[in-house]
């Protein structure tokens, strides 16, 4: 069974997946569709696929599956239109910024029966995958303290920063899904402070570039997220989970697995700086895990609720930065 | 000049101030006193030292310095005693589990102009130090965030824990302590959560066992408190600090340097597990630097208002849990 | 200009150089050619090219360059045969067992102004490299010593080893070739040890299972080899070169960089454990190198001459266990 | 049981030695003697003992045992004068430069039936321990493979050098003793190479500066030594074993255990620079060993033998440089 593929959105992430699909041997890319005909001409030509519009695609009768990198503020409208057509769907996070809008979609989804996987690719990184394997063979014991440390190596471009529904939604939202799923069980509290530390014109821009998050569960389990838009050395991406046998952590990725010694010390390259570097092997293993749900029919391993769950939590953090209170989620999701 | 010491209390940790002062060229042991005989007798045979009551080692005139390491409850008083019969004091933290008796007792001190150090030995581990060193290098560049894990290996009994004043006033003030040094600012703002995830007991006395605290200072600047009080592989004590132009970071000590490779894997055996083992250089340390300030006449590292202030960041730590909202400090100074 | 090829060889590592060649935008792959029919069908169907006889490939005038990986007693007619043809070729290590076979072929290649690349895949492992780079900005000063530890996972079949030409020529020529590109100086005497600690049955079919080598060269610069059949934790491969100013070394690969710690201490995965594995960056970034070569027309980084010295070295250490003194490299050479 | 001391020397290692016998509750420092009065006199006034000749605390009745630092040219007399009068010996490495005045001093202790220690320190080194504890607990199996990397971080003065014996007799010798405690056979064959590399002039003294070298045993066991004079990081001391099931390791001590990250990169301080730094747990642990061997009647755990047979080795070593050839142990011993 060969899962046949079209690609809407031919841009950085477009092209990462479009290798991903045409290397499956399960998959294969039958069409492409970007606003820029560049970019979907060199996607075509590089894997032998047509292009067509986005409509083209959704209508297509030779597409079982839609790959959505467009806009965020398409996803939702193209996740509709996708699951109507009978497509599966695989769409990079977030579904909507708007908590009421992606409830919306996820009622069409559910009303059609459709697949939805939403991209949270760090959960399919082969080192944090390792360390919930552990989590769930038991080495741990019971989780009872999760801590991520999250910083990127800078901040990205102010235009996109005004579009990104600030740091909670844009970049916290991938620890959102992560502290989720090494908990084992849903957030019922959270409490978050946040600071302009980098770069003033964020804040004047009505965002923050610096925050910490304290996640609690009903049975008194936590989470720490500790973000940052800065960090000189690299792309810094660490998780821990302590639980009542032991701890289970995932380390760095640096540039190089070197050690040079001087008499200054010792000295090790920097981390790798970029996220589609550091998370190469995810966005692979995110489209195999979507192809392997679909040819087996079973569930997508993140769904479109898991989208929605991040969501909510980012609101809960920026509500309690703006109320210094500890926020219920319930009070977001009502 | 040397300094000539009575020592009151002559338990576990009156013992190692006991050697520090004998092995320190600057500083003789005199005198020491304590509720059980043998306890006095043992560190007086060890050290030729003669054996006091505690009331005439502070009238004593051979005796130029107190360290008071008796129970928590005693320490006020005995600091009051202390300067004003003109002795230099060093006293185990905390100066009172209650900030209206500390406030007093640091108004006597200030009054009698007398010399007091609180023992909050951390601030002499070397690796600590060499990360404090680090930033005051200009090392990390402006600091931004500090994360401190602090995790016990096991509970203390609970008997301990019922007059321990809780796990802030108890285990978390060090990491308080610890973050006020590294953050160069002082704390404005305060917000904790707090379960009992290790032991249900202790949550019946009225404690807990896990929390994780946000400190926030006016200027933004953040540090993160994750404690537990099991930790099955050791003593756990990390600190992070991450600035404008990288960051600083110390890492465990474990039983042996060495590492085991089987088919299973690399194995390296687990940390230190006692703090007396873990912060044995820092307790030798912060006896000489005491010693050190005295005879040169500088202001000794660590005052009373360190211990004053990490109190007050616990009070607002319970106060966070209790009513869910951050807390200012400034609501507990007044 | 896009470098058209010839596969000679469809097994294992043959479909790595398949992959490798398909993915570069630089090459493509025209023919393969192998003994079990299946197996070149598999390749052609991949990657869309044709089969055809070794013969046929050598003759055919839409091929630029040869890739040989078939059995080690054909590389060397294969390369005068596609030297000859005025094909470039990439042909993997050894050139031949003997080291007169080898010079002959060597002449052949040098006669028809040949291009001929070796093998030696270690020299491009991104860590390695960059080992080799900061050898190379002067960040360890002049090189003095070289320690070079390397151990397979387990011994091979005993049918292999019989046709291997013992663990020098099969397995420490990696190592000898690693150690002459470190050295920045030719060998000048060879001193080694043989034993047999792993399987006794090694030592019945003539062979050795555990093995140190020391080299020196003229101006007593030095490397230390280090060879095991049997390390139970995985692929064990690490370089390290002591210079005036300092060190660098390379580290090992583990299966996943997470660690585990339990009350039984500290716990982190074997090591990738299959050289394929290991080494999957070092295959890929060897064919780029031989391709970038051709097209930039300068030398390829290994050599025919490099296959020679390394086979060299292999025999001097072979000599110096026989014959229990050390070997002089002009003593094989002649 | 308190053994009474007698210190012949108060040189530096006098002093380390001084202060363990002072500290240990089975033992007290009776009497001190050295050829500077000055340097005798300090140790009694800061240990409260008496200031005697050599020839006194030789034959003073209430001495039990005597440690000596001396220069290495009188260790031989010492011990000899020692073990007649009936006194317990401690002896710095190595007993003489010799073989055959060593083989003569045994020979005279034996006859005495004397208690002599050799003091190769690093077999008390608690991360050597705990790998020696790991091998001796069968977590590596059968031992197969030493390999000992030990680099000074600079060489002694000239003077020294031209005393010392040269680097094997005063440099590898403490790994030649590690080899020998970590194979678990005593070794058959040497072979050995050396060069000139950090000092011109050491080399015009007769001497090397950087010298590996193969130990081979009846079974077949190996152990590589590596050796620099020169590691602008620090005293560089590590040791590795591989076994039949896997191996273990110590690692180097740095001088603080803190990671500092920029965007350079990742730095960790140099090593401790200094044997008496790096290795005073293990000069501590070394008298404790000795007394606790006096007090339970046991034998030491380092002998005059080990002294000899390291020696030996030293011998053979040396004659393989200069002879290009592997050395029989039985050829030095006769």
Redesign the interface.
């Known amino acids: 069974m060969t899962i046949r593929f079209g690609l809407l959105g031919a841009g950085r992430i477009g092209k990462v997946h479009a290798r991903a699909i045409a290397n499956d041997p399960n998959a294969s890319l039958v069409a492409v569709a970007d606003a820029l005909p560049a970019a979907a001409e060199a996607i075509a030509s590089a894997y032998g696929c047509a292009v067509r519009t986005i409509e083209e695609i959704i209508g297509s009768s030779d597409v079982d599956a839609i790959v959505i990198c467009t806009p965020t503020d398409t996803h939702a409208d193209l996740i509709e239109a996708g699951v109507k057509a009978g497509k599966a769907v695989f769409c990079e996070k977030p579904i909507d910024l708007n908590v009421e809008r992606v409830k919306a979609c996820l009622e069409v989804v559910k009303a059609n029966k459709g697949t939805l996987m939403v991209g949270f690719n760090r959960r399919f990184d082969?080192?944090f995958m390792?360390?919930k394997a552990?989590i769930d063979a038991g080495?741990?014991g019971?989780v009872?303290?999760v801590?991520i440390?999250s910083?990127d190596p800078g901040a990205p471009p102010y235009e996109y920063i005004t579009r990104s529904g600030g740091i909670f939604r844009d970049m916290t939202i991938h620890d959102f899904d992560m502290a989720r799923w090494l908990l084992g069980e849903e957030v019922e509290?959270v409490?978050?402070?946040a600071?302009?530390?980098?770069d003033k014109k964020i804040g004047e821009l009505g965002d923050y570039d610096?925050v910490?998050v304290?996640l609690?569960t009903a049975?008194?389990?936590?989470a720490?997220i500790?973000n940052?838009r800065?960090?000189?050395?690299g792309y810094d991406q660490r998780i821990?989970v302590?639980g009542?046998?032991?701890?289970?952590?995932?380390?760095?990725?640096?540039?190089?697995?070197?050690?040079?010694?001087?008499?200054?010390?010792?000295?090790?390259?920097?981390l790798l700086n970029f996220f589609m570097t550091r998370y190469v092997a995810a966005y692979a293993n995110e489209i195999a895990a979507f192809i392997g749900a679909m040819t087996s029919g079973t569930e997508t391993p993140t769904t479109g609720t898991d989208g929605l769950l991040a969501l909510v939590l980012a609101e809960a953090a920026l509500k309690s930065v703006e109320e210094?209170?500890?926020v219920k989620v319930a009070e977001i999701t009502g």
């Open positions: 082969p080192d390792a360390v552990a080495k741990v019971e009872e303290m801590t440390s910083r509290t409490q978050a402070a600071s302009v530390l980098v610096s910490n304290i609690r049975s008194g389990r936590q720490v500790t940052s800065r960090a000189t050395y821990e302590l009542s046998k032991g701890s289970a952590s995932a380390m760095n990725m640096a540039e190089a697995n070197i050690e040079v010694a001087t008499a200054e010390g010792f000295h090790r390259p920097p210094g209170r500890a």
